[in-house]
C-alpha cells in the first residue's frame, strides 16, 4: 500500500505530467491550474497556554471541455496536544491532529451545461457549504460549519473528507447545491479507516441540499442535512449577508439539530465585516446550546495585507462557557500563491 508521501509524489506528478500533456497538443481547452496556501498561527489564552498551529493546502485541476480533474490535500502541524481553548467550538479553525498528508479532494467533474456540474470521487464539504468571502474571514470554527453539524457528526468536515457525489446548479443570481457523503469522515489515506472507504451499511449516508441567492452585495443560504444513522438526524440552516455600502457588511445564521442524540441542539451567529484602504476588520458573535453548557463566543480581528501574497491577522477572543469566562490571543500569518 502506498503511504502518505508516495501519494503526495504521484499528486505532484499528476499535476507535472498534465501540463506537459496539454503543451504537447497545444490545446487551448485543456488548462492545468495549481495552488498554494500556507497559514500559520500563535495562539495564547489568558492561562497562559501557548501552541503554534499550521495548515498547508495544495490543490490542481486539470481542465477538459466538460470535464476537471480536481486534486487537493492538505497537511496539518500544530505543537499543543490538542485545542489549548477551554471553549467547546474550539475558537481556532486551524486546530487538528498532526496529519502529514491527507485528501480534501479527488473528483472528477462533469459541467454538465453552463450552469450545471456533477462531482464523483472524495470531497470536503467545506469546498461547497456555508462559504463566503465575509465567513472566510473570521477564524472561529462557527464560522465554517455551523456546530449543530460539527459538533454532532463526523462527517467530510475538515480535516476530514468522504467519497461522496455533489450537484450543482447556478444561473443568474441563484444557485442550487446537493451532496450524498459517506456517513463518516475520515483522512487517513491507506488502513481500515481510509478515505476511500464507502460503507453506508456501517457509516451510514450523510446528505446536503442548499439554496442560494445573491445579489447587489446580498447573499442568502437555505439549507439541511440529514444522516441515516441518526433518528430525527435532520439540521436546517439560515445565512444572510447584507453589503450595506462599500464598506460594511453584516451577516446572520442560524441552525436548529433535531432529534434527542445531540451534543449541539442550536446555534445563532451575528456580525459585521468592515472594509478599509489597506486592512479589514470584522466582529463576530454566536451564541451555542450544548448539552451540558451554553456559550456564548466574540471575535474581533483584522486582516493587514503584506505585499501581494501575504497577510497578518490578530485575532481576540472572549468566550463564556457555562458562565465561565475565557479568552485566547493569536496572530496569524497567510500565504497565498
Request: hydrophobic residues 35%; contains cysteine; aromatic residues 14%.
Amino acid at each position: 500500500m502506498l503511504n502518505n508521501y508516495q501519494i503526495a509524489l504521484l499528486l505532484v506528478i499528476f499535476c507535472l505530467s498534465a501540463d506537459m500533456v496539454a503543451q504537447e497538443k497545444n490545446d487551448p481547452f485543456s488548462t492545468l491550474e495549481a495552488g498554494c496556501e500556507a497559514t500559520s498561527e500563535i495562539q495564547i489564552t489568558q492561562s497562559g497556554d501557548r501552541n503554534f498551529a499550521n495548515l498547508l493546502r495544495l490543490n490542481a485541476s486539470f481542465s477538459m471541455p466538460n470535464i476537471t480533474l480536481e486534486a487537493g490535500s492538505l497537511s496539518t502541524y500544530m505543537t499543543a496536544d490538542g485545542s489549548i481553548g477551554e471553549d467547546m467550538q474550539t475558537f481556532s479553525n486551524l486546530d487538528a491532529d498532526n496529519i502529514p498528508f491527507a485528501l480534501s479532494m479527488l473528483d472528477i467533474c462533469w459541467r454538465i451545461d453552463d450552469g450545471q456540474s456533477l462531482f464523483l470521487g472524495v470531497r470536503n464539504m467545506n469546498e461547497d457549504y456555508f462559504t463566503s468571502d465575509v465567513t472566510s474571514f473570521f477564524t472561529n470554527s462557527s464560522c465554517g460549519i455551523y456546530p449543530t453539524i460539527s459538533a454532532n457528526y463526523s462527517v467530510a468536515n475538515y480535516p476530514m473528507a468522504s467519497v461522496g457525489v455533489h450537484y450543482s446548479y447556478f444561473a443568474d443570481q441563484w444557485g442550487f447545491q446537493a451532496s450524498l457523503y459517506n456517513g463518516q469522515g475520515y483522512n487517513h489515506l491507506t488502513g481500515h479507516d481510509n478515505v476511500f472507504r464507502f460503507r453506508p451499511s456501517q457509516d451510514g449516508i450523510f446528505g446536503l441540499v442548499q439554496a442560494e441567492y445573491s445579489s447587489d452585495g446580498r447573499r442568502y443560504f437555505l439549507g439541511s442535512s440529514i444522516h441515516s444513522n441518526y433518528d430525527d438526524g435532520v439540521t436546517p440552516w439560515f445565512y444572510t449577508e447584507q453589503r450595506l455600502n462599500d464598506i460594511i457588511s453584516l451577516i446572520a445564521g442560524y441552525s436548529h439539530a433535531f432529534g434527542e442524540d445531540v451534543d449541539c441542539s442550536d446555534f445563532v451567529g451575528v456580525g459585521a465585516h468592515f472594509k478599509l484602504r489597506h486592512s479589514e476588520w470584522g466582529v463576530f458573535s454566536d451564541y451555542s446550546r450544548f448539552v451540558d453548557c451554553n456559550e456564548f463566543a466574540t471575535e474581533v480581528t483584522c486582516t493587514i495585507p503584506v505585499g501581494e501574497y501575504l497577510y497578518v491577522q490578530p485575532v481576540a477572543h472572549i468566550i463564556n462557557t457555562d458562565k465561565q469566562w475565557s479568552s485566547a490571543y493569536c496572530v496569524r500569518i497567510g500565504l497565498q500563491l
